[in-house]
T-cell receptor, first 113, second 115 residues
Framework: ELKVEQNPLFLSMQEGKNYTIYCNYS?????LYWYRQDPGKSLESLFV?????AVKQEGRLMASLDTKARLSTLHITAAVHDLSATYFC?????????????FGKGTKLSVKP | EPEVTQTPSHQVTQMGQEVILRCVPI?????FYWYRQILGQKVEFLVS????????KSEIFDDQFSVERPDGSNFTLKIRSTKLEDSAMYFC?????????????FGEGSRLTVL
């Protein structure tokens, strides 16, 4: 059974600081997703990482994928308050069935002035 | 920008009642999904739908649940006899347009409260 583990689950940061969220998964998958969710809102797609070594950046967020280590990271550079949200990683389950995503528990990020 | 739309945004129902949640996926997408998220918990896969049939379903998607694409645009999730534990946010998603970026687009969600 595919398991997706994120850490930390809670992260309180000061503005301007850097930090990394980790996402480990237990079986082979070549497609990894990062989503952002604001309270009571939907899931906003941040990144889709499709191959080993993939790195994508958008603003202050950068995601990478190491399929051999079964690890993805979401790096936050010089955090600002607007980044406060819950971040989920997700991996395609069941042998890579398209869109059948197994989500991690999420990392609740709070950026304080 | 194309988006997945869901109705209703919030539904309150009595236990044992039938509920239908509706979704309009992005128009050129081929794969459709329902997910749910119990308050404060992670997002869970329910079912995927392709070529007018279920392609995969999770253990959560038992006989009380069904999906349908009654016309060319709508995609519905029906819960026949709701239970208290069905209270959750239900998200519809779609993917598989051209070009296929691999991105899964989620709707705004339908919050279901079962009393």
């Amino acid at each position: 059974e595919l398991k997706v583990e994120q850490n930390p689950l809670f992260l309180s940061m000061q503005e301007g600081k850097n930090y990394t969220i980790y996402c480990n998964y237990s079986t082979t998958s070549d497609r990894l997703y990062w989503y952002r969710q604001d309270p009571g809102k939907s899931l906003e797609s941040l990144f889709v990482l499709l191959s080993n070594g993939a790195v994508k950046q958008e603003g202050r967020l950068m995601a990478s994928l190491d399929t051999k280590a079964r690890l993805s990271t979401l790096h936050i550079t010089a955090a600002v308050h607007d980044l406060s949200a819950t971040y989920f990683c997700a991996v395609e389950g069941n042998g890579g069935s398209q869109g059948n995503l197994i989500f991690g528990k999420g990392t609740k990020l709070s950026v304080k002035p | 920008e194309p988006e997945v739309t869901q109705t209703p945004s919030h539904q309150v129902t009595q236990m044992g009642q039938e509920v239908i949640l509706r979704c309009v996926p992005i128009s050129n997408h081929l794969y459709f999904y329902w997910y749910r998220q119990i308050l404060g918990q992670k997002v869970e896969f329910l079912v995927s739908f392709y070529n007018n049939e279920i392609s995969e379903k999770s253990e959560i998607f038992d006989d009380q649940f069904s999906v349908e694409r009654p016309d060319g645009s709508n995609f519905t999730l029906k819960i026949r006899s709701t239970k208290l534990e069905d209270s959750a946010m239900y998200f519809c998603a779609s993917t598989g347009g051209y070009p296929d970026t691999g991105e899964l687009f989620f709707g705004e969600g339908s919050r279901l409260t079962v009393l």
